[in-house]
């Protein structure tokens, strides 16, 4: 069964870049067809959907966040990795990747 699971740093300052790693087991990130998705929730908001790579390395961005984020791959580890620079205190969210299933969610919070 697939399992996903966020990890990084929970606190990033304001300017810094927000790292974050999507560790996957019960398939392989290059098998035909496997697509893995980054989705945040700020506190108090909805969800919402920031980026996507596919099993082929293509990957599609929010237009509200395409100027600064950045999603990646590591088929050697099945790992799924999310850069967002520039961030901001109302980046502050609980960020998920997902593919099909969630992962458990990491807190992020960008404060001083």
């Known amino acids: 069964q697939v399992q996903l699971q966020e990890s990084g740093p929970g606190l990033v300052k304001p300017s810094q870049t927000l790292s974050l790693t999507c560790a996957i087991s019960?398939?392989?990130?290059?098998?035909?067809?496997?697509?893995c998705t980054w989705i945040r929730q700020p506190p108090g908001k909805g969800l919402e959907w920031m980026a996507v790579?596919?099993?082929?390395?293509?990957?599609y961005y929010s237009p509200s966040l395409r100027s600064r984020t950045s999603i990646s791959r590591d088929a050697s580890k099945n790992q799924i990795f999310l850069q967002l620079r520039s961030a901001t205190p109302e980046d502050t969210a609980v960020y998920y990747c997902a593919s099909g299933v969630w992962g458990q969610g990491t807190q992020v919070t960008v404060a001083s």
């Open positions: 019960g398939v392989s990130i290059a098998s035909n067809g496997y697509y």
């Open positions: 790579i596919a099993y082929s390395g293509d990957s």
